[in-house]
């Protein structure tokens, strides 16, 4: 077998029955070259095996680059925004009322993405806070929500990773290490503020164009 086929093999076990250097060796090997192909993938690898477990804060510019990460938060903001609407029917004319809550959302990344290469799978936690008020026919919304995810760096999940000019790496390798005292596991999280200003029509059934409008603002010294 080549090596390729035999890394895959490791794959399938709970240990890989390699030796601390050789694991070490592999992936400093991975840091070096990856760092050419994902230069962030390749730092918090390194943080994995230097960093003494201590939790890392992601940038936010660039966790939300990526489709997986705006689409969670999206359904987190429509979640709300149809709690909202619900709660707009249910004022008087003249009425107040305030909305509290919390969304998780679970985040895939996608295959082949930096995301993926840091964190394959991900939480997104929004608690939300805003006030609703009604005048005549008219609802209006304002409020903030703190979002808030995370991802423990664990090489914990699944079997194997495809690393580019490496082939398929065991997640068995991540955990040898780490019993071997060559790493430690730690939390990555992000933070981030986002607030809504809008406009409703009360009664209505639907979130229709026209009838309503939401707007989302990213708070922060130039989205971080």
Known sequence: MDGRTTMF????RRRTGMSAPELVALFRSIIHEGRQVHPVAGDFLEHFMDGAGAPRRMSLRWLRSFRAIRRAER??????????????????????????????VRINAFIGTELFYVSRMSLLRSLGSFVVTRTGAQ???????????????????????YVPRHGFVPIAVGRDLVE???ARDFLME???????????????????????????????????
Do not use: M
């Not at 093999?9 to 399938?12: A, S």
């Open 9 to 12: 093999l490791l794959g399938f």
């Open 75 to 104: 359904k987190n903001q429509r979640r709300f925004e149809r709690q909202l609407l619900q709660e707009a029917k249910r004022l008087s004319d003249g009425a107040s009322s305030w909305v509290h809550d919390r969304w998780d």
């Open 139 to 161: 609802v209006r919304v304002s409020g903030t929500i703190r979002h808030h995810w995370f991802d423990p760096y664990d090489w914990d999940r699944g079997r194997w990773v």
């Open 180 to 182: 071997a005292d060559e």
């Open 190 to 224: 992000s933070r981030h503020v986002q607030t809504l200003e809008g406009t409703c029509r009360a009664g209505r059934r639907r979130l229709r164009g026209g009838e309503t409008e939401f707007e989302w603002l990213l708070v922060g010294p130039e989205h971080r």
